[in-house]
C-alpha cells in the first residue's frame, strides 16, 4: 500500500482553486488575431453566480437485467443554466429579464429622456442571446476560466425586492439553447474553456504539471 496517499492535496492543488463570483459578459468572442477576449459585461452582481450543467439519461429496459448495467443508459437530455444576481441596475437587464422591448417614453407620458420597457406578445430569435459568458479567475493562472452558453434566454422573469439601506438585486436564470448544427448532433450549447496551468516544481526537484494529480 505505500506510495498511496491518505488526502488528495498535492503540490498542484492550489493552482487548482475557482475562486470569487467573475464577470458576467454577453456575446464574448476571441480574436486569434489580437489573442484577446471581448464581449459586453452584464453588469455588476451580488452573492455569485450559480452555473448548473444537468444531464438525464434514460435506462434501456431488457428482461433478466435487475442491476444497472454498462451500455443500458441514453442520454436523453442535457441543460447549460446560468443564474446570476445582478446589482447593476440597467434598462437593458430589465428588458432580457421580461424579454421585453425598450423605447422612449412619449413626451405625453414621462419627462424626457425616460425609457419604457415593455413586454411582448411572442418571443422572437432576437431575443436569444448569441452568447452570455461566465469569466472566473483560476489561482494558478493569469488567465481566465471561462463558461460560454450559447443562445441564452432569461427564463426567470423580473422579480425585484427594494427596502431601506439595501439595494435590489435581480436574479436572472439564463437557460443555454441548441442551434440547427447543435440538434443535429445532440450537442449540449455550452462549453468550459479551461487554462493551462503552469507546471510546479515538486520538494523532490522533479517538476509535475498543474493539470495532474500524484498518486
Known sequence: MSGLQKTGYTSSTPLHYWIDAGAIYTNLEY?????????????????????????????????GV???????????????????????????????????????????????????????GKLENADYVPNLGLVGTMTGTEQPIIVILDNALCTSGLEAETQDDDE?????????????????????????YFPPIPDVETTSGETTSGDETDI
Do not use: C
Open 31 to 63: 480574436d486569434d488575431l489580437t489573442d484577446e477576449w471581448t464581449g459586453e459585461l452584464l453588469g455588476a452582481t451580488n452573492e455569485g453566480n450559480k452555473l448548473t450543467i444537468e444531464q438525464e439519461y434514460r435506462t434501456i429496459e431488457v428482461d
Open 66 to 120: 435487475f442491476v444497472a448495467a454498462v451500455g443500458q443508459k441514453v442520454l436523453q437530455t442535457s441543460n447549460a443554466m446560468l443564474e446570476v444576481n445582478v446589482k447593476e441596475i440597467t434598462a437593458e437587464n430589465i428588458r432580457m429579464a421580461i424579454n421585453g422591448a425598450i423605447r422612449d417614453a412619449e413626451t405625453t407620458e414621462a419627462p424626457e429622456g425616460y425609457k419604457v420597457i415593455e413586454g411582448k
Open 168 to 192: 435590489a438585486v435581480i436574479t436572472m436564470e439564463f437557460q443555454a439553447h441548441a442551434d440547427a448544427d447543435q440538434v443535429a448532433n445532440r450537442k449540449l450549447p455550452a462549453r468550459i
